[in-house]
């Protein structure tokens, strides 16, 4: 349950603390005084939009912080599995919201995604206010109180009914794919079958079109390449020996080597370069060695030249049908990988369909059977359901209230075969109609707060705030429904934003935004009341006046009737 909660920068509210026990706790004050931002900051808490505006003027950010006490152990440790810890045994969960629009979010102590708040704050506090009344409205919203109603009976069946039609939309596309393009997928089966064959006949190996251009090069210039490496050969040695002086390198290296080597005992540099001019030598003659061999080498062959040049271009026509942006044989080999892989896929169709056909046949039998099941949960749990609400209806100063829940059956949907609609008749006679046609503002209220109270035994929340629930209702009603809030509050921490004196009067704790206002500045804080300041304010609450006797006799007559109705009230601390 929350602990504290305390709100600065938002809206009208400067800086406020609401120190929170077990029980109920009301929160009143004049109409502008900013209520509502009480409200508003827990929503912010549950990690709900957050809108800059609210950010008070002046102010860069809006803060809103709650301590969490007694949280159950799944929670803490997703908040540990963030980075989060507790402080003294209490979660600390925080929201900013900048002038700007950025928000950010807080868990233990720890940045987190706004997200996460909804994640987890959800099984904290749960916010009922007016918008929640008319989503009340919506047939979906039926469903899923009637569904928490009955529990495990339809939650258990449900979950799996909903895989289980999940999974048949997906088979049932897929099959839909499969049938209806079975020509398109004959037609692709073709194409491939006939690049593979092409392919296969061409039997191409990795790197194969790079080693035949290279071929190809050297026997289309086979004649060029011989004449360049003999006249080079012939250039480092020449077999001319008539000259008298050397005319190739070989020569001329030795005659420098021999010069040198005639003055090399007189000057140790000169006898350096003497026998440098020697290594030159040697590899002058390794050279014009290798010129010749590779000149012996080169083969001129117009046959394979034309062969090379055919398969070059066989491959070349492979790799524009098949290949990719490079443009190379490797790419041919990797499109045969994936098409021969995609036609086993598209050969394999038919059992395919066949394996589909039969899944989608035990998929109809399955959602009919859990169908079935949780209709007739369903159909059990809304008569308990619709006695229930009109009961509590009667103790809501509304006697002859009935509430029925009607269950309709249709086709097969993702949450079962069934319309949930709730119907309502506010007297005897009247016919029972949809609760969206039937039911007042003030009537939908106490229809609400009486399924809250029947739900908090089936699926309790620890903290339940409700935002002006009694809108729409007075006198006798609005008695009645500060008797079931305290009712509420035996099983749960009771937060309400009111302006019913009724309502307030059986709280075990009031606090009152008090507004003040220099001229130009309105601000506003929270104050927990003691007996005499809750006194002055139900009073005021009732006849605008805190100090009219009649309205404190009034005040003191209702605190009586709540002091009998509910457990003995607990004084109220004074805050300041």
Same mark, same amino acid.
């Given at each position: 349950?929350?602990?504290?909660?305390? /709100?600065?920068?938002?809206?009208?509210i400067?800086?406020?603390?609401?120190?929170?026990?077990?029980?109920?706790?009301?929160?009143?004050?004049e109409?502008?005084?900013?209520?509502?931002?009480?409200?508003?900051g827990?929503n912010?808490?549950?990690?709900?939009?957050?809108?800059?505006g609210?950010?008070?003027h002046?102010?860069?950010?809006a803060?809103?912080?709650g301590r969490?006490?007694?949280v159950?152990?799944? /929670?803490v440790?997703?908040?540990?599995d963030?980075?989060?810890?507790?402080d003294?045994?209490?979660?600390?969960?925080a929201?900013?919201?900048?002038?700007?629009g950025r928000s950010?979010?807080?868990l233990?102590?720890?940045?987190?995604?706004?997200s996460?708040l909804g994640?987890?704050?959800?099984d904290?506090?749960?916010?009922?206010?007016?918008?929640?009344?008319?989503?009340l409205?919506?047939?979906?919203r039926q469903?899923?109180t009637?569904?928490?109603f009955a529990?495990?009976?339809?939650?258990v069946?449900?979950?799996?009914?909903?895989?289980?039609?999940?999974?048949?939309?997906?088979?049932?596309?897929?099959l839909t794919?499969?049938?209806?393009?079975?020509?398109?997928?004959?037609?692709?089966?073709?194409?491939?079958?006939f690049?593979?064959?092409?392919?296969?006949?061409?039997?191409?190996?990795?790197?194969?079109?790079?080693?035949?251009a290279a071929?190809?090069?050297?026997?289309?210039?086979?004649?060029?390449?011989?004449?360049?490496?003999?006249?080079?050969?012939?250039?480092?040695a020449s077999?001319?020996?008539?000259?008298?002086?050397?005319?190739?390198?070989?020569?001329?290296?030795?005659?420098?080597k021999?010069?040198?080597?005639?003055?090399r005992?007189h000057?140790?540099?000169?006898?350096?370069l003497?026998?440098?001019a020697?290594?030159?030598g040697y590899l002058?003659a390794?050279?014009?060695q290798?010129?010749?061999?590779?000149?012996a080498d080169?083969?001129?062959d117009?046959?394979?030249?034309?062969?090379?040049?055919?398969?070059?271009?066989?491959l070349?026509?492979?790799?524009?049908k098949?290949?990719?942006?490079?443009?190379?044989?490797d790419?041919?080999?990797?499109?045969?990988?994936?098409s021969?892989?995609?036609?086993?896929e598209?050969?394999?169709?038919?059992?395919?369909?066949?394996?589909?056909?039969?899944e989608?046949?035990?998929?109809?039998?399955?959602?009919a059977?859990?169908?079935r099941q949780?209709?007739?949960?369903r159909?059990?749990?809304a008569?308990?359901?619709?006695?229930?609400?009109?009961?509590?209806?009667?103790?809501?100063?509304?006697?002859?209230?009935?509430?029925?829940?009607?269950?309709?059956e249709?086709?097969?949907?993702?949450?079962?075969?069934?319309?949930?609609?709730?119907?309502?008749?506010?007297?005897?006679?009247?016919?029972?109609?949809p609760?969206?046609?039937?039911?007042?503002g003030?009537?939908?209220?106490r229809?609400?707060?009486a399924?809250?109270?029947?739900?908090?035994d089936?699926?309790?929340v620890?903290?339940?705030?409700?935002?002006?629930?009694?809108?729409?209702?007075?006198?006798?009603?609005a008695?009645?429904?500060?008797?079931?809030l305290?009712?509420?509050?035996?099983?749960?921490?009771?937060i309400?934003?009111?302006h019913?004196?009724?309502?307030a009067a059986?709280?075990?704790?009031h606090?009152?935004?008090?507004?003040?206002?220099?001229?130009?500045?309105?601000?506003?804080?929270?104050?927990?009341?003691?007996?005499d300041?809750?006194?002055?304010?139900?009073s005021?609450?009732?006849a605008?006046?805190?100090?009219?006797?009649a309205?404190?006799?009034?005040?003191e007559?209702l605190l009586?009737?709540?002091?009998?109705?509910?457990?003995?009230?607990?004084?109220s601390?004074?805050?300041?």
């Amino acid at each position: 349950m929350l602990s504290e909660i305390r /709100i600065t920068g938002l809206g009208v509210i400067e800086d406020a603390t609401l120190d929170l026990d077990p029980g109920f706790t009301a929160v009143t004050g004049e109409t502008g005084a900013g209520k509502t931002m009480v409200v508003t900051g827990v929503n912010m808490l549950l990690g709900g939009r957050a809108d800059s505006g609210l950010v008070r003027h002046g102010t860069r950010r809006a803060r809103v912080e709650g301590r969490a006490s007694a949280v159950p152990r799944a /929670i803490v440790q997703q908040a540990e599995d963030r980075g989060g810890e507790l402080d003294d045994d209490e979660l600390l969960i925080a929201r900013e919201l900048s002038s700007e629009g950025r928000s950010r979010a807080f868990l233990g102590g720890a940045s987190v995604p706004v997200s996460v708040l909804g994640e987890v704050s959800g099984d904290l506090v749960a916010i009922h206010g007016q918008a929640d009344q008319w989503r009340l409205l919506q047939p979906a919203r039926q469903r899923e109180t009637l569904d928490t109603f009955a529990g495990k009976a339809v939650l258990v069946p449900l979950q799996e009914y909903v895989a289980a039609y999940k999974r048949h939309r997906e088979v049932e596309a897929e099959l839909t794919e499969l049938t209806t393009r079975e020509r398109d997928r004959l037609a692709e089966a073709d194409l491939l079958r006939f690049g593979l064959d092409e392919v296969a006949k061409a039997e191409p190996l990795s790197g194969e079109d790079v080693e035949l251009a290279a071929e190809e090069e050297r026997l289309a210039y086979a004649d060029g390449l011989r004449t360049a490496a003999t006249t080079a050969a012939d250039a480092l040695a020449s077999e001319d020996l008539d000259s008298t002086r050397p005319n190739d390198v070989l020569g001329l290296l030795a005659l420098a080597k021999q010069v040198l080597d005639g003055e090399r005992e007189h000057d140790a540099k000169l006898a350096e370069l003497a026998d440098r001019a020697g290594e030159l030598g040697y590899l002058a003659a390794d050279l014009a060695q290798e010129l010749s061999s590779y000149a012996a080498d080169v083969d001129t062959d117009p046959a394979r030249l034309a062969v090379v040049s055919e398969r070059r271009s066989l491959l070349h026509g492979l790799v524009r049908k098949y290949g990719d942006e490079q443009g190379t044989v490797d790419e041919v080999l990797e499109w045969t990988k994936r098409s021969a892989t995609r036609l086993a896929e598209l050969d394999g169709s038919d059992e395919r369909v066949e394996a589909l056909t039969g899944e989608l046949t035990e998929l109809d039998a399955k959602l009919a059977e859990l169908g079935r099941q949780i209709r007739e949960a369903r159909i059990e749990a809304a008569e308990r359901l619709g006695v229930a609400v009109s009961e509590e209806l009667t103790g809501l100063a509304m006697p002859h209230a009935n509430l029925s829940v009607e269950v309709h059956e249709t086709t097969a949907g993702p949450f079962g075969i069934d319309e949930v609609e709730f119907c309502f008749a506010a007297n005897p006679g009247s016919p029972a109609r949809p609760l969206q046609k039937a039911a007042s503002g003030g009537e939908l209220s106490r229809v609400m707060l009486a399924l809250e109270v029947i739900l908090s035994d089936t699926h309790p929340v620890p903290t339940l705030v409700f935002d002006e629930i009694d809108a729409g209702i007075g006198g006798r009603a609005a008695v009645e429904v500060g008797k079931r809030l305290a009712r509420l509050a035996q099983k749960a921490q009771v937060i309400v934003v009111t302006h019913l004196p009724q309502v307030a009067a059986f709280a075990d704790r009031h606090a009152v935004v008090l507004k003040s206002d220099d001229g130009s500045v309105t601000t506003s804080g929270l104050v927990a009341l003691d007996d005499d300041a809750r006194l002055k304010e139900l009073s005021r609450m009732m006849a605008g006046l805190e100090n009219s006797d009649a309205a404190q006799a009034h005040a003191e007559e209702l605190l009586a009737l709540a002091a009998e109705r509910h457990k003995p009230r607990r004084k109220s601390r004074s805050k300041g």
